[in-house]
């Protein structure tokens, strides 16, 4: 267990790069030191954030008044393999998401290529239901090993009972009941059943498949799918510097960002043809369904859905790629914060942002799609202490 000083940050432990400090911070390396912090935080009545790779997260400026705990186990167990069944792997919440998502592929474990580059640690892949390229992370997990910090105890979930869908799970909704910032279930460790081919998944994204030179639907070795995903996410500044091999010297303030900032807007269909332009992009929705007293949810396609692209929304309320608040100096927004300069949905800092001048720029952007198309965008990332 490491305990470091107080004088740390959120900006030193976030991909953004802001927020104030931390009261306490803890690098756990081994479970049972994790569920002590855990337990003996909710048994003093301490502010807990568990945190991962810190890739999801904006940090009010005046820092967390409480707990910051790390999961700094990494490593995964084989726990069978076969040609038949493929095979059975269970990855320790603390392991980095594309270090896992490289071992697969060369494995030839399929089915995780098409979530390469995503910033982050296996632990929180099932919390948002992680997904990219026409992939999702439910499409290969079996089940989740969490600590119930109501009930104090080792809980696991099968798939099934996991509530997944677009960017949600029944473990984040968890975080708007008393256990916020941190969900109630506490992931330990995560099963991945994972078929063993040379070729990947079906390809289900039209610019990946375009990139390979498929067409959708179409299957293509796993190797060359994980690298057309890493230069796909790496020609819109959506890859951590730890994976592209970060240039302190000259940063690429590109990279400095929670990622996607806003989810893709999910319309009931009536509304959808009120209020979206014929060109906007419409998507199917697979949406979550119960299934009774089992406990056992499955995801079907709902026609009464929509969901449209929040990044041709943006575009289309007039704000470009390198938009900021302040002004223009040489053609370049002077702002602390801006849109990513190839990518509208990525809200950056241009490196001396606060968290307060990223919310003033998600929320400006927010205002500019409700009057224009009276829809009203969601932040993707975990907000602490703060509110668009």
């Known amino acids: 267990m490491t305990a470091l000083a107080e004088s740390t940050t959120l900006a030193e ?11 306490a911070y803890l690098v756990t390396t081994t479970e049972a030191e994790f569920i002590a912090a855990i337990t003996q935080a909710d048994d003093d009545g301490t502010p807990l954030l568990v945190i991962g790779g810190g890739s999801n997260l904006v940090v009010a400026d005046a820092g967390f008044p409480g707990l910051v705990l790390r999961d700094g186990r990494s490593g995964w167990i084989l726990d069978s393999a076969d040609a038949c069944s493929g095979a059975s792997v269970t990855v320790v919440a603390g392991q980095d998401w594309d270090g896992f998502v490289a071992a697969a592929v060369a494995e030839r474990w399929v089915g995780l290529e098409a979530l390469a580059g995503i910033p982050g640690t296996v632990g929180a892949a099932p ?3 992680i997904g990219a390229y026409g992939a999702e992370v439910s499409d290969v997990l079996s089940k989740v090993r969490t600590w119930d910090r109501q009930e104090r105890r080792v809980r696991t979930f099968a798939v099934g009972e996991l509530a997944l869908g677009y960017r949600t799970s029944l473990l984040k909704q968890t975080l708007g009941q008393a256990w916020s910032p941190t969900p109630r ?10 078929r063993r081919a040379d070729v990947s998944r079906p390809l289900r994204y039209a610019e990946l498949a375009r990139r390979l030179g498929r067409e959708v639907g179409q299957r293509a070795p796993l190797g060359e799918v ?10 819109k500044g959506m890859l951590a510097e730890h994976v592209v091999g970060g240039n302190t010297a000259a940063p690429e303030h590109d ?7 806003f989810t893709n807007p999910v319309l009931p269909l009536e509304r959808a043809e009120r209020l979206l332009p014929a060109a ?18 499955r995801t079907e396609v709902d026609p009464a859905l929509v969901k449209t692209s929040a990044a041709w929304l943006i575009e289309r309320a007039g704000f470009t790629k390198g938009y900021g608040l302040d002004g223009l100096a040489g053609g370049q927004s002077c702002s602390p914060a801006t849109l990513s300069t190839r990518h509208t949905l990525a809200l950056t800092n241009r490196g001396g942002a606060t968290a307060a001048d990223i919310v003033s720029l998600a929320r400006a952007i927010c205002d500019g799609v409700q009057a224009k198309f009276g829809i009203e965008l969601e932040p993707e990332p975990n907000l602490v202490g703060l509110t668009i």
């Open 255 to 261: 990279r400095w960002s929670a990622g996607s900032f």
């Open 127 to 129: 919390v948002q239901n």
């Open 280 to 297: 906007a992009p419409r998507y199917p929705v697979r949406a979550v369904i119960g299934a009774g007293m089992s406990g056992i949810y």
């Open 185 to 194: 279930y506490v992931v330990l460790d995560v099963s991945f059943q994972l």
């Open 226 to 235: 994980r690298e057309a995903v890493l230069g796909l996410r790496a020609a």
């Open 13 to 23: 432990l976030t991909t953004l790069r802001v927020g104030g400090p931390a009261a």
